[in-house]
């Protein structure tokens, strides 16, 4: 019998990762009547039309616990699963796909079709997006070696929780300074320059010792870390050269001398900066033609790069910065494609703050709850 068979139009559903590792708890408990509901969930969601949406976010978080029975318990669960539909990775054996390969999707029908809109782009990259089967082809075999993945995933967390606690530090505040109010500005001297950097680094290992996730072990080692590539990037700096400062720094960032305008804020260049080094590893993938990929595939037509946007501006800015923040952005990125999607307490009230901001935002993320348990979001797709 084939998936098509036995469910001809699925709705998807997003679950949170912590439903779906409670899931897991329970279909391994001593309690009979746990394990019996947990063993007939996604039989019963399947039967009324729904699917879970897997993608490599929610097995990684899953993955992330020291106790690595734990851990071959809750591959177990999702390999019993009759029925799932997951993100279509490059690789078929690496499992659901990523982020990343959503934004593949986005970018190639933004590229085929240069007039579709936000909403057009969304519906073009669905189509082949998805993959639909039993939970032993959305976990490969393979994963039964997962453990061979902890140091990788090990890295991905650290990197995870550097970008969360560095990306909202702002050492002064030129977020709003047009770039054309820098070209003026002198070349410092190696001995000034070296005192505004330590400066800066005091600040911002700080910021991180006060706001970052709690879990990174040395502050003052990752702001080292932060500045030594501004340092030497500066030292790059051709003083008395043809080009402003500002100006070969961006270059040196990657933007090209067409890419630069000079009545963009500071804000808006780095985001610019941010946005172009993801597409040019997408083109790189894809094998697209640079130049005209970057004519065409702009922020604001790709979902993926609409929601993350959203939430770098107007999700709530935490006491505690976590790691675990980048991922949850990850899933939401899920939302356009999904019936419903299912968040954290944050997250929610992160969406809540940008559909009231963003009108874009608003048409396409979808129908996002939170739910306090799994039962709990049984009970509402049921009806």
């Not at 990259?125 to 061979?148: C, H, K, T, Y």
């Not at 604001?300 to 929601?307: A, G, S, W």
């Amino acid at each position: 019998m084939t998936a098509s068979t036995l469910i001809s139009q699925p709705r998807f559903v997003v679950l949170d990762t912590s439903h779906l590792a409670g899931l897991a708890s329970d279909w391994a408990s001593a309690d009979r009547s746990r394990r019996r509901s947990a063993q007939a969930y996604v039989p019963d969601l399947v039967e009324r039309g729904w699917l879970p949406l897997l993608c490599w976010h929610q097995v990684e978080e899953l993955l992330q616990h020291k106790d690595d029975e734990l851990v071959d318990q809750r591959l177990r669960y999702l390999r019993s699963w009759p029925l799932v539909a997951w993100v279509r990775p490059s690789d078929p054996d690496s499992g659901p796909g990523s982020v990343l390969e959503v934004l593949k999707a986005e970018v190639r029908a933004a590229y085929a079709h240069s007039g579709a809109e936000l909403l057009q782009v969304r519906d073009l990259a669905r189509e082949g997006l998805f993959l639909v089967g039993p939970g032993s082809e959305a976990i490969p075999d393979g994963f039964q070696d997962w453990r061979v993945l902890r140091t990788p995933l090990t890295e991905r967390q650290e990197g995870s929780r550097r970008v969360a606690a560095i990306a909202r530090w702002r050492a002064t505040n030129i977020d709003n300074v047009r770039i054309s109010d820098l070209l003026a500005k002198p070349f410092r001297k190696a001995e000034d320059a070296n005192r505004a950097l330590q400066h800066l680094r005091n600040q911002l290992a700080d910021e991180i010792a006060t706001r970052g996730d709690k879990r990174i072990a040395d502050p003052g080692a990752m702001a080292d870390h932060f500045f030594a590539e501004i340092a030497r990037e500066g030292r790059a700096i051709a003083p008395g050269g043809e080009l402003p400062p500002v100006i070969q720094l961006l270059m040196m960032a990657g933007l090209e001398p067409d890419d630069i305008d000079l009545s963009a804020t500071v804000g808006q260049t780095t985001n610019l900066l941010v946005f172009r080094e993801r597409l040019r590893m997408v083109a790189d993938a894809s094998g697209l033609p640079w130049q005209e990929l970057k004519r065409v595939a702009t922020q604001d037509r790709l979902p993926v790069t609409v929601i993350e946007e959203c939430m770098r501006a107007h999700a709530q800015d935490q006491p505690e910065r976590k790691g675990s923040d980048l991922n949850d952005t990850h899933l939401l990125c899920l939302a356009p494609y999904a019936d419903v999607t299912y968040v954290d307490k944050r997250t929610l009230e992160s969406v809540r703050r940008a559909r009231s901001k963003v009108a874009a935002f608003e048409q396409l993320i979808g129908e996002v709850r939170r739910a306090g348990g799994h039962a709990e979001i049984s009970a509402a797709l049921m009806r």
